[in-house]
């Protein structure tokens, strides 16, 4: 993934702090700290970050009680509800639940392009 494009092009980057606490543990475990370093100081500038709070956490869990399905998880639903309240319509994900919740997905090979 190339983030250099996403500054070129001034696209507005935004994910939540639970996101934030998957992608540091993920790097920490499997990659090591010095990729968690490289993370803070290079992709964390570019990056918005909505801290989840009880209020966000509280709509998370409702909306993962109501999809009734173990394969959303509390982070998909929180995720899920801050695009929707941020009116946000595009995900950069690997995840694919935003898009069957109608969000469409920044493919990896638009990134090159000033459409994704």
């Not at 992608?23 to 490289?38: F, H, Y």
């Not at 319509?89 to 990896?108: E, M, N, P, R, W």
Request: charged fraction near 25%; glycine fraction near 6%; include cysteine.
């Amino acid at each position: 993934m190339n983030f250099t494009w996403f500054s070129d092009q001034q696209v507005r980057l935004l994910s939540s702090s639970s996101v934030l606490v998957e992608t540091i543990a993920l790097l920490q475990c499997r990659v090591g700290l010095e990729s968690v370093r490289d993370f803070n100081t290079k992709i964390m500038p570019l990056v918005e970050i909505v801290w989840v709070d009880a209020d966000w956490q509280n709509k998370g869990i409702e909306r993962l009680l109501s999809k009734n399905r173990k394969d959303v998880s509390l982070v998909d639903c929180m995720n899920l509800g801050i695009m929707e309240g941020r009116e946000i319509d595009v995900a950069l994900t690997v995840d694919h639940h935003s898009k069957q919740y109608g969000f469409k997905i920044a493919a990896t090979h638009a990134f090159g392009r000033t459409e994704l």
